[in-house]
């Protein structure tokens, strides 16, 4: 938001230049994020003086030059070469002396020099209207008034207007400080608390008077509930053109391009006020008649930019007795507004619904200075007074008559509401108890009515147009910005209280597990929880549940909750993969939201990613690609890390995958590990293998919460190793044979480690080889090899008769 210093002026006596008044806005809460100057002609004709053309005689080589002795006011004349068929001797001209830098039509700076034009010195340049940027003429140099006085400052002759531009970053809750009046009434709450008594001076509408009654535009609101208060009235005999010069640099210094005189007011009055107003041709209203109410959806509109919108039927509009002209609160009609054939309007004055703004302008991608106004929540009590004010301002810039009365709707007054503040409460958020009588100061100056203290607390009632301020908690954000957040004192002692923080919090597991993987070499992302809802079709287990779709949608791209955390995944690898970055190990903490019949759920997992190279190569070693066995791996660690062991593995149902193991714990899937569907990668646009882990990261927390953990020393007695190589079915997998070895021998076998895989001749169709080796260790003494045999000799029998393994 723009504010411009000089407009603030009108408002309130500033003690302090702009800069220091820009530090006081900052502390209050409105924080000025930059301060730029402005000129309403461009480098202020800085420079530029008024001077007296003594002498004027044609150039000695070139015929359409003249060579003039000109008094500037600073001793001896100037000579000065000049090109205009106009100048003469006795003219008061303006004159750009030698340093002065001009702009050309682009607003290129171009600078004045000392030179010679075909043999003649020329100290200066005499200035046509379109060199200074003053006007589009350049028939000839521009003639001043001759009285002026040679030496004279130009901008001080044309009231050259500079000012400093505030750019605040203002919080979407301030909707009381979108003008240049609600601007000035936090300065005067500020000054007041430093000390310095200000008085707010406001515009006044005393002039304001019907001079008849002649072209009456009836109302009606149907639905007083979207318009709480709609004004109107009208004017006649109007000339609308240009406004005039005051007008028009008020709106270019905060950034806005004027159009015409009734107009300009219109946006001058939102701005100056922050109450938006909306022009109509009375003309072209049918039946003299304003119908504020909303229409059947599918309505065909067209708006003033040219797009013909289709309406929403909760959208309101501002009609006539035929049709709709005007979106209220956000954008007008293409045949309604105001042209330079315009000789009497309709001028409206209104408070909207802020929610069904919202939600018509984002509706139609529509977001103007009245909406962004309208859907935070104006001022409900400002409306006819501001309606008043501008008629007053059109009048004396288009001319022309008010030639109605003042119709206001407003069937139930908004009212001030009521807040009650405990001091001890607002003690104990400060962090520092401020006096009583400096709160209630505080408050009287925002315009808070004090209407009872109590040793406990004091009561209040807040103006309507402070709607960000309902809770006590609101209140006190008032006090202290004004009281000052620098203010609040601090001791040198730091009080903090440490929560007990138990093994199997959400937080204290995922900082383990993310420490862990970042030593593999895994990076973190954060993904967008929205996403597209085409991806729900790539996969039929998402497909046959429902979107969480969203009400108002940035885009169709990130319309729906995701359901799955493979695709946004996919999106950041081939984001990466289009920046040459390939090789990517990528896990991510994340949300999935479902929409079952039985109704919504959201569902916490770790999501890991693995495509590319496992390991660079260097000249002592090759390239090392990442493969299933890898990331198997890389979820093995991560459930041995998380002390999660006794897990059986299974084929995945999942169809996300083309080869997938589920771990399973407890008859709970805690992980679904695999390799990601070609043609699911191939729909996000990746062309290269990845290996994918899914986390069912709720259940994981409750298979740790059930498990005891025992610290126990690290064994005296020395372990043995046997190996068995074992002939085998293919269908057999080595994960079941090790959960057979450990049912055999629960006591003494340690470990089962499979360390060669053969497939190939010399042995049966059907066949494969195992090479398992067996960890044995008894932790109280060392064990014999008549124990060591009797307990491979179990094994054996148990892998011959459960698997039909044979000893090769």
């Not at 109107?232 to 005999?237: H, V």
């Not at 009561?459 to 309902?470: E, L």
């Amino acid at each position: 938001m723009t504010i411009s210093y000089n407009w603030l002026k009108q408002f309130i006596n500033l003690p302090w230049d702009a800069e220091k008044t820009g530090e006081l806005l900052t502390d209050l809460g409105l924080e000025v994020e930059g301060i730029e100057d402005f000129s309403s002609v461009k480098g202020g004709l800085e420079g530029v003086v008024v001077g007296h053309v003594l002498e004027c005689a044609q150039h000695t080589n070139a015929d359409r030059l003249k060579v003039a002795k000109v008094d500037v006011g600073s001793g001896a004349p100037l000579q000065i070469v000049c090109g205009a068929p106009n100048v003469a001797v006795g003219q008061k001209v303006p004159v750009a002396t030698v340093g002065t830098t001009l702009y050309d039509a682009e607003e290129k700076p171009w600078q004045i020099n000392k030179g010679k034009i075909r043999g003649e010195v020329s100290e200066g340049m005499i200035c046509a209207e379109d060199e200074l940027g003053i006007g589009k003429s350049h028939d000839g140099i521009m003639v001043l008034d001759a009285g002026l006085k040679p030496g004279t400052p130009l901008a001080k002759v044309l009231e050259v207007e500079n000012d400093k531009i505030f750019e605040i970053g203002l919080t979407p809750n301030r909707a009381d400080a979108m003008s240049h009046w609600g601007v000035a009434r936090d300065l005067k709450a500020g000054l007041l608390h430093q000390g310095i008594s200000t008085k707010l001076n406001t515009p006044s509408t005393s002039s304001f008077r019907i001079d008849n009654r002649t072209l009456k535009i009836d109302i009606k609101v149907s639905d007083s509930a979207l318009a709480p208060r709609y004004c109107g009235i009208t004017l006649s005999n109007l000339k609308v053109g240009p406004s005039p010069a005051w007008l028009q640099n008020r709106l270019k210094s905060i950034g806005l391009s004027p159009i015409n005189n009734v107009v300009d007011v219109s946006n001058y009055v939102l701005h100056e006020l922050g109450q938006p107003l909306h022009a109509f041709d009375a003309a072209k209203i049918s039946g003299n008649t304003v119908n504020v109410k909303t229409l059947p959806a599918g309505t065909k509109f067209t708006t003033l930019d040219g797009i013909e919108r289709e309406l929403h039927e909760e959208d309101l509009m501002i009609c006539d007795a035929e049709k709709p002209m005007c979106i209220a609160g956000v954008f007008g009609g293409i045949n309604s507004g105001v042209t330079e054939n315009t000789t009497s309007i309709f001028l409206e004055s209104a408070y909207f619904n802020p929610v069904s703004i919202r939600k018509t302008a984002k509706r139609h991608s529509l977001s103007t200075d009245a909406s962004f106004r309208f859907e935070r929540g104006i001022d409900p009590n400002i409306t006819d007074y501001a309606l008043r004010h501008a008629a007053i301002l059109i009048i004396q810039v288009a001319g022309g008559q008010i030639t109605s009365d003042l119709i206001d709707v407003y069937p139930k007054k908004i009212e001030d509401h009521q807040v009650f503040l405990n001091f001890e409460k607002a003690n104990k958020l400060i962090g520092e108890e401020i006096s009583k009588e400096t709160i209630k100061d505080i408050l009287t100056s925002l315009e808070m009515k004090v209407s009872n203290v109590t040793e406990t607390g004091i009561g209040m009632t807040i103006p309507a147009y402070r709607n960000d301020v309902t809770r006590d908690v609101d209140v006190i954000e008032e006090i202290l910005r004004v009281y000052g957040y620098n203010n609040v004192r601090f001791t040198q002692k730091l009080n903090a209280s440490i929560s007990a923080m138990l093994p199997g919090e959400d937080y204290s597991v995922q900082n383990k597990i993310a420490s862990q993987l970042t030593a593999l070499g895994f990076h973190e992302m954060l993904n967008n929880s929205l996403t597209s809802p085409k991806y729900a079709a790539l996969s039929e287990a998402i497909k046959k549940n429902y979107n969480v779709t969203m009400l108002n949608p940035l885009s169709q791209e990130l319309s729906v909750m995701r359901q799955s955390m493979l695709f946004s995944g996919l999106e950041a690898i081939e984001y990466n993969s289009n920046r040459k970055n390939s090789d990517l190990k990528l896990f991510e903490f994340g949300k999935t939201y479902h929409n079952f019949l039985g109704g919504r759920s959201e569902t916490k997992h770790l999501s890991l990613f693995i495509t590319g190279l496992k390991a660079e190569g260097n000249w002592a070693l090759p390239d090392t690609k990442s493969n299933f066995f890898f990331g198997k791996g890389t979820v093995a660690v991560i459930l041995e890390r998380l002390g999660l062991d006794g897990y059986s593995e299974e084929a995945t149902e999942s169809d996300i995958f083309s080869e997938g193991i589920a771990f399973k714990r407890n008859k709970a899937i805690i992980v679904e590990f695999g390799i990601v569907q070609k043609k699911i990668a191939k729909e996000l646009e990746v062309d290269a293998e990845v290996f994918y882990a899914d986390f069912n990261w709720d259940a994981v927390l409750k298979q740790i919460s059930t498990k005891n953990f025992k610290l126990r020393p690290i064994a005296k007695f020395q372990a043995a190793q046997r190996d068995f190589a074992l002939l085998l079915d293919n269908s057999v997998r080595f994960g079941e044979l090790q959960a057979a070895a450990f049912s055999t021998e629960k006591k003494f076998l340690k470990a089962v480690t499979l360390f060669d895989v053969y497939k190939g001749k010399n042995l049966p169709e059907g066949k494969k080889s195992y090479a398992l080796s067996f960890t044995i260790q008894d932790e109280e003494k060392t064990l014999t090899d008549k124990q060591i045999d009797k307990i491979m000799g179990k094994l054996q029998q148990k892998f011959e008769t459960e698997f039909g393994a044979t000893l090769r």
